[in-house]
């Protein structure tokens, strides 16, 4: 197997970054104080789509080993999904009452399955993007269903902002502009590379990582103020 490209190799170790984003909210929660079971099955599935972000580059990116590169794509986007649909199970079930998560849950649950789907045809197909933006790189279907889904928990949140007290409030914007940031970096392809050492796409597996830690510390913050 030839030596990764240089941005073929960022992007494989700051994969490592989502790993450990899911790894260290359930070493803090072990540790210091456990949050909800719904909260705890999203740090564990934010931590496998480390290992698939780490795998899709790592073995990929322009060497294929172990299958095609259409396979880790699919694992990659695909598990990144399932987060966002897990994050949308546990915001409904945090501030919604139950008449609603009756539809809301399975509703959620098959836009889930739809987007896997989705992603899954479009990667065995080799396709292109859905939204492009030219040279610099754009967002294929998977990659569009989970910026809605995404967009939808956002949604969910900020119809319930009444509900979350003023300091978890704060950082619930901060996990917002970060993931804002993030959506603008990972509009990007691969290997564009400016300045010229920022590797636009690791540098979002950067972003989003701190993302997620923050999306714990905003967890944290209102689970111990509710006692």
Known sequence: MDALPNFGLANTITGFATLF???LPLAICHLSQMHPARWMLVYWLILVTGVFTITLHGFGETNPV???RWF???LDTGSNIVVAWGIARAVLMDFYAPSTQRWARPLAGVLMFAGVAWHFFD???SGGYLVGFGGWGGFNPGESALIAFSLANTALYFIKRKA???RPMRLLLLVTGVFLVGLG???ASNDEIVFPFLSLHALWHVVGAFGFIALWA???VRF????
Do not use: M, Q, V
Request: aromatic share 12%; glycine share 16%.
């Open 72 to 74: 880790w794509a699919f």
């Open 224 to 227: 111990r103020e509710a006692g």
């Open 185 to 187: 970096l990972a509009s």
């Open 123 to 125: 990667r065995l197909g």
């Open 21 to 23: 984003a899911g790894a």
């Open 66 to 68: 172990l299958g095609e």
């Open 218 to 220: 905003f967890n944290d």
């Open 164 to 166: 979350i007290a003023p």
